[in-house]
């Protein structure tokens, strides 16, 4: 048995289809989207790729938070007006926004990190630190 959806717009028990495609009482959907990324390693640095088709770098804040984690977010609204006489029956498309964040290996050159924007894909290079370096890093502590 298949339970039948009252249609507030009907005055049956039949559903119309028209109304059911723009009825405003679907599930709210969550403003929030992430886009897929892949993480590249070689052995001179990591690679970060986000799908960003659509968008362009001033959409995009990427930053190191306190805890020095990659911080990838940003945020693209459209508020184009139309000259027509259209109105949106419903408008989900308008709005994107999201923030990713990544824990950084210990091998990151955090002061040379760089990102580019190319075709759709929002590029973060990440570059180990060299072995030089690495041996600059070390401290030797004395025992007082």
Request: proline share 4%; hydrophobic share 35%; glycine share 4%.
């Amino acid at each position: 048995m298949t339970p039948a959806i009252r249609n507030k717009h009907y005055n049956g028990w039949m559903p119309s289809i028209f109304n059911d495609l723009f009825d405003t009482a679907w599930p709210a959907t969550a403003d929030v989207t992430t886009p897929a990324i892949n993480v590249k390693e070689n052995d001179h640095g990591y690679c970060v790729e986000v799908a960003a088709a659509g968008m362009n770098k001033a959409d995009f804040d990427i930053h190191l938070d306190e805890n020095d984690n990659l911080v990838i977010s940003m945020e693209k609204k459209s508020e184009q007006q139309s000259d027509d006489n259209t109105r949106y029956l419903r408008r989900e498309f308008a709005y994107s926004k999201f923030a990713r964040t990544l824990i950084l290996p210990d091998d990151v050159d955090k002061d040379a990190i760089k990102a580019t924007m190319t075709d759709g894909i929002l590029t973060i290079d990440l570059p180990k630190y060299t072995e030089q370096q690495k041996q600059q890093l070390r401290r030797s502590i004395t025992i007082g």
